[in-house]
């Protein structure tokens, strides 16, 4: 699909730019605008006994994200942009379809790609938290200590287009189906990051999950990790943060179900909680204050 694309509009980057980056928008405002209705808008006490931080995040942290968001999607989106221009010009290694090299190399390079990548955004992020240089840049995200869906490319623009960049640097130096490459990127990255944002926790995987990091490990980041303490700057793998021992201490749990056993999660303690009005994000006077 992507070569088809790259052929009729792939001439013109910033063209293809521009039509990406709406395409973005649109997709991540509907994905995380309608979890944010249902997570933080439409709050019950079942809901909030999922989420990790029982306090909810104030309108203008909302906002902020939002607006951040922005701007990482025109930065995130500068890399595949440039592929598919790339595409366009047969300058890559990158091929569409499978009778070029067969399914038993696309299901290798998908596996393979995805754990390199996996392992290249783990150490990306954790020396944007061990260097005074990156972490200049990084911090920025970590404003939101409390995240919601939409702080999920709440970033400097030079952490996104470094994030997006193996969508890039791949093609140029290995032969990969580029409509996998894109669809493993939208899924397991974004997608799966949007979910890392939620805020909120699922019964399974749960926080002890001894393979994947869960929504609350990057709860967690976001909450304790700061310069020079990188918990959890996984991704979707634990793996890289056991070897690099940035585990943060099992018996210091503070997840939902930890909480919970604790007598942490009673209903008077949900009905003393604040319940922000975010309906004041629908007013269009309140983006200009």
Known sequence: MLCEIS???????????????????IVLMIISSLIFYCYYVKITYSKWLKKTNPKYPSVENVRNEILLMLKGILSGTFCPSMTIYLMSKNQL???????????SYLLISFFVSWFLVDFFEFFYHRIGHTTNLFWNIHKSHHQFYNPSPFSVIAEDYIDQIIGSSPLLLIPIFVPINIDLLFFQFAIFFY?????????????????????????????????????????????FFKIWDQLFESIYPIEK????????????????????IEKPDYSLLLNYKYWFQ
Request: hydrophobic fraction near 30%.
């Open 7 to 25: 052929f009729y509009f792939g001439n013109n980057f910033f063209y293809t730019w521009f039509i990406l980056s709406l395409i973005t928008f």
């Open 93 to 103: 290694k990158g091929y569409c379809g499978i009778d070029e090299y067969g399914w």
């Open 191 to 235: 997608g799966y990051g949007v979910y890392l944002h939620w805020g909120h926790e699922l019964s399974y995987p749960d926080a002890h999950h001894s393979i994947l990091n869960t929504s609350f490990q990057h709860y967690l980041h976001h909450a304790i990790s700061t310069k020079n303490r990188p918990y959890h700057t996984g991704f």
């Open 253 to 272: 749990c503070f997840c939902v179900k930890c909480q919970y056993k604790q007598g942490k999660r009673t209903l008077e303690h949900f009905q003393n």
